[in-house]
């Protein structure tokens, strides 16, 4: 436990009627603070519980992101490192009576995508006389991305054929204890958002047998920036509830599509959201975790895109008003156990709400209900009075349940109908953390 604080046993009336307030916010609320294409292993340990009561844990540098509130738990200073690879195993199975194009199935979507994330947390040194409950942190890992490839034959390739994009965020953050058993704290996050998309510019082939060339989208990107607020509560020392608000990001995309010798421009959100954790010690070596929240994905629907097609004069392509997406909500559950001084055991369950309909899902985010299953380890490989090294593994099965495609028809300049259903749709993603403290 070398670097964190422990709270007293007891807490004020006005501690506990807050803390009651927050729990009774979070049990109402019942939504995911990611889901659609967010990234919840942002490499660190708590990748090992799936992320369950990750916003009230506060015990090492990754809460700089997870909840900057609570870097009041931790002294002197705390660093973490980590990279995550996730295996994506994924088919799309046409059913041919309900699509109108003869491609075939797109092939294997999946690959192998490695992605990572670097943190700290500080107590300000006394040389800069700041005050003792204050506290400085940084984050900056890849919070959005994703890559599918189909087959450039498939039935859907005048819609897609291939696509690729990330989100890279910064965020430094503060945080103050304003009592023993409250504090606040703010992030200011930069987000750094890269589009690569491919599709085919037309259904014909050309006489020579090939199909036309394809559209590359390649370069699109943007800046954007946003804020998170966290609050944590410390009742008692043996539980912490944590509120944790994420502010939207408002990303206007440009870029060039080739073939059409165009401009290509993208305006959409990625949504605001809440999340509430909870994590209560059974005794010295277990501890419980749990938490709730919820992702305006809804705002997704606004999501306009437009390019030109120069050549042959076929004029303004565009794609608006598309999508149908619903916000979603999020349930988790997990634990933790010291097997000895050193070495201590994670597990946890999540469940993340499907944020489109059937009757509406495209194929270039194939978003769907998630369910998680992880399993972590962690080994204090050095300590002493003041300092620590641990080194962290976990894995995490992540599973796409019901991905059906409806009967939905492609916009754009040559619509397709695609019927059938991703199947199998599942990851296998491998983390490995490294944090010291001192």
Not at 171 to 182: C, M, V
Not at 199 to 211: A, E, I, N, Q
Not at 345 to 363: E, K, M, T, V, Y
């Amino acid at each position: 436990m070398t670097g964190s604080r422990r709270r007293p046993a007891s807490a004020s009336a006005p501690a506990c009627l807050l803390a009651g307030l927050v729990s009774v916010l979070g049990a109402s609320l019942a939504r995911a603070q990611c889901g659609g294409f967010c990234i919840y292993e942002v490499a660190t340990p708590q990748m090992g519980e799936s992320y369950a009561g990750a916003g009230a844990t506060a015990d090492d540098a990754a809460t700089a992101y997870l909840n900057p509130a609570g870097m009041t738990r931790l002294d002197g200073v705390h660093y973490l490192a980590g990279v995550v690879t996730s295996q994506v195993i994924s088919r799309f199975d046409l059913r041919r009576p309900g699509t109108t194009d003869q491609g075939n199935d797109g092939g294997t979507l999946g690959g192998v995508f490695p992605f990572g994330g670097v943190y700290l947390t500080a107590q300000p040194a006394a040389a800069f006389r700041a005050p003792e409950h204050l506290r400085v942190g940084l984050a900056f890992n890849n919070i959005y991305g994703g890559d599918l490839s189909y087959d450039t034959a498939w039935a859907g390739r005048t819609y897609i054929t291939r696509t690729r994009f990330f989100g890279l965020n910064v965020e430094p953050s503060l945080a103050y204890e304003l009592t023993p058993w409250l504090s606040l704290g703010a992030g200011a996050n930069v987000l750094y958002y890269r589009l690569n998309y491919d599709f085919r510019s037309s259904v014909r082939r050309l006489p020579s047998g090939p199909y036309v060339p394809t559209v590359k989208i390649h370069g699109a990107d943007d800046w954007s920036a946003s804020f998170t607020l966290g609050l944590l509560l410390t009742p008692g020392d043996t539980t912490r509830i944590g509120f944790v608000y994420r502010h939207r990001f408002d990303v206007a995309l440009r870029g060039f599509a080739t073939v059409f010798d165009s401009p290509f421009e993208s305006d959409f959100e990625l949504p605001k959201g809440v999340n509430v954790s909870v994590a209560h010690d059974l005794g010295p070596r277990w501890t419980v975790l749990a938490d709730v929240g919820w992702s305006d994905w809804s705002s997704f629907s606004d999501q306009t895109t437009t390019y030109e097609r120069i050549t042959n004069n076929v004029g303004q392509i565009r794609l608006a008003g598309f999508r149908d997406w619903h916000d979603t909500w999020r349930m988790a559950v997990g634990v933790r156990h010291w097997f000895t001084p050193r070495v201590r055991g994670r597990g946890g369950l999540s469940f993340d709400s499907s944020p489109i309909p059937a009757a509406n899902r495209l194929p270039d985010i194939p978003a769907g209900t998630t369910w998680r299953g992880s399993l972590g380890l962690d080994w204090r490989a050095w300590a002493t009075a003041n300092a620590a090294v641990t080194v962290g593994l976990a894995y995490t099965l992540l599973w796409i349940g019901g991905a059906e495609v409806d009967r939905v028809t492609t916009p754009g300049a040559f619509p397709v109908t695609l019927d059938g259903r991703y199947r199998p749709d599942f990851s296998n993603l491998f983390g490995l953390t490294l944090a010291a403290s001192f």
